[in-house]
T-cell receptor, first 113, second 113 residues
């Protein structure tokens, strides 16, 4: 059963804590992305990775970090430096050679207590 | 000017009517355009892609593209209450030093019985 999985579905964080959001895909896609969505707003790009062991900052990378050690996995860490982390986090992947269409995982809703 | 603009809505239509969703974009060289549907609390789902001027039909959905006017629209015929969702327009652009998918803020559609 192919697809993109994200875990956990809901995550609660105390101020000052780092948390890591998981994103896994078994679609053999090279490119993977992390977005943040706030209520009533569009998606904003946090980080993206075109290939294993390479990733680039997006528009709002401050306070976040990523790794891409395996093709299937692109975890996102929300650090204590991110001042307003409460949001809906979406992971996406793109087929190799495609015309930029991206497919999304189910998302993780992060709430800071 | 925002790179991708959509009317936030809500757009309210009666069941069975045609819903028309509009999107304008700023980059004249964009070649591909995508419509995503996002139900409340869920992740975006790709429903239409269009690459050439004119119309593309898929079931009850028709995407219309006019590159000269930098305008793409989505028509939903025979609207159903299950079509009630936020519809996101997405356009690939070269911005900030890399290719990325720019999302509009979305138009909320409400189909009432």
């Amino acid at each position: 059963d192919g697809g993109i999985t994200q875990s956990p579905k809901y995550l609660f964080r105390k101020e000052g804590q780092n948390v890591t959001l998981s994103c896994e895909q078994n679609l053999n896609h090279d490119a993977m992305y992390w977005y943040r969505q706030d209520p009533g707003q569009g998606l904003r790009l946090i980080y993206y990775s075109q290939i294993v062991n390479d990733f680039q900052k997006g528009d709002i990378a401050e306070g976040y970090s990523v790794s891409r050690e395996k093709k299937e996995s692109f975890p996102l860490t929300v650090t204590s430096a991110q001042k307003n982390p409460t949001a809906f986090y979406l992971c996406a992947s793109r087929p190799s050679g495609s015309s930029n269409e991206q497919f999304f995982g189910p998302g993780t809703r992060l709430t800071v207590l | 000017q925002k790179e991708v603009e959509q009317n936030s809505g809500p757009l309210s239509v009666p069941e069975g009517a045609i819903a028309s969703l509009n999107c304008t974009y700023s980059d004249r060289v964009s070649q591909s355009f995508f419509w995503y549907r996002q139900y409340s609390g869920k992740s975006p789902e790709l429903i239409m892609s269009i690459y050439s001027n004119g119309d593309k039909e898929d079931g009850r959905f028709t995407a219309q593209l006019n590159k000269a006017s930098q305008y793409v629209s989505l028509l939903i015929r025979d609207s159903q209450p299950s079509d009630s969702a936020t519809y996101l327009c997405a356009v690939p652009m070269f911005s900030g030093g890399y290719n990325k998918l720019i999302f509009g803020a979305g138009t909320r559609l409400a189909v009432h019985p």
